[in-house]
């Protein structure tokens, strides 16, 4: 029998795409191309027929090539689009809902005290509670589109991570605005004070939602689809 996994190697050593996941396409291809010669010599035709046939199906390797890398990266990009972004901006548009519907019905941000210095903690509990909930919401969706664990969380914690970023960017924002109005921007103070105070802007949000979406990753996580047939499809039109 025909080396399957040598012949992808030499036919699609070109293939533009990371070790790993070129390493899982030469790997499904071959595993089609065997499972296709197994069943021509079942059939009853001899190993060079059955051999021919099969390596027959591809007619345009460059071509094939082609199509892949076009299915893969299109492919990734529509599927980081399902499993994070659209996900991720569902939990963000949600909970800052949220949290403007508890302030319009009148619930006040917690006052703590650190060290005998008064702070403000910008965390009602009714908004705290309803961050689980909508962290499993954000999960549940990421999950149904395939995603893995990492993607899922990320999805789930989404508010979060964009504020961080957000206030990471105001310092080299601040550093090329102020040259270029002439004046005084508080965008690196704003964010410093916002960073000092990370208990109550970041890490308890963030706790509370990534509790909601590792239970519905836990729920609702599963391995997404393996891609052989998708692989089988662009053979038949190459």
């Known amino acids: 029998m025909p080396d399957w996994q040598k012949l992808v190697d030499e036919r699609l050593a070109g293939l533009a795409l990371g ?3 070129k390493a ?9 191309l065997e499972e296709s010669y197994e069943a021509l010599c079942q059939r009853g035709l001899s190993e060079s027929e059955a051999t021919d046939r099969t390596i027959g199906q591809v007619s345009d390797w460059r071509d094939l090539q082609r199509k892949i890398l076009i299915a893969r ?17 569902l939990t963000f548009i949600l909970s800052t809902s949220s949290l403007a519907i508890v302030q319009r019905l009148g619930f006040r941000p917690l006052i703590s005290s650190w060290h005998g210095t008064p702070s403000t903690v910008l965390i009602s509990v009714p908004w705290l509670l309803s961050l689980p ?24 914690t989404f508010p979060v991570l964009a504020l961080a970023a957000a206030l990471v960017l105001m310092f080299p924002i601040d550093l090329i605005v102020e040259p270029i109005v002439g004046n005084h921007v508080d965008f690196a103070s704003v964010a410093t004070a916002i960073l000092k105070d990370g208990t109550s802007w970041l890490l ?19 391995r997404p689809p393996s891609q052989s047939g998708a692989i089988s499809s662009e053979m038949t039109h190459a």
């Open 19 to 21: 070790a790993k996941e």
């Open 73 to 89: 990266t299109g492919g990734l990009m529509k599927k980081r689009l399902q499993q994070l972004w659209i996900p991720g901006f």
């Open 204 to 222: 308890v949000p963030e706790a509370a939602l990534f509790v909601g979406g590792l239970l519905s990753s836990i729920l609702f996580c599963r």
């Open 133 to 156: 909930f909508l962290g499993a919401l954000g999960a549940y969706f990421s999950a149904r589109a395939g995603a893995a664990r990492r993607i899922i969380l990320a999805a789930s």
């Open 24 to 32: 899982e396409v030469h790997a499904e291809l071959a595993a089609h």
